[in-house]
């Protein structure tokens, strides 16, 4: 379940990157700093599992 849930965090954040990077106007900046968060964090919480196993 955990594998799953960071899964999914990392599509999410990859698709608010590249909405961010569409839309280009407004709200892009947001989008973008969001979604590299929720990638970032994605792959940090991955990391750490591998090494808690």
């Not at 892009?28 to 591998?50: C, D, E, F, Q, W």
Request: hydrophobic share 55%; aromatic share 10%; with cysteine.
């Amino acid at each position: 379940m955990k594998n799953l849930f960071l899964d999914i965090t990392a599509l999410v954040g990859f698709g608010a990157v590249m909405a961010g990077c569409y839309l280009n106007y407004g709200l892009p900046n947001t989008l973008m700093i969001g979604g590299s968060v929720l990638v970032v964090y994605a792959l940090v919480a991955a990391m750490r599992g591998k090494r808690a196993s």
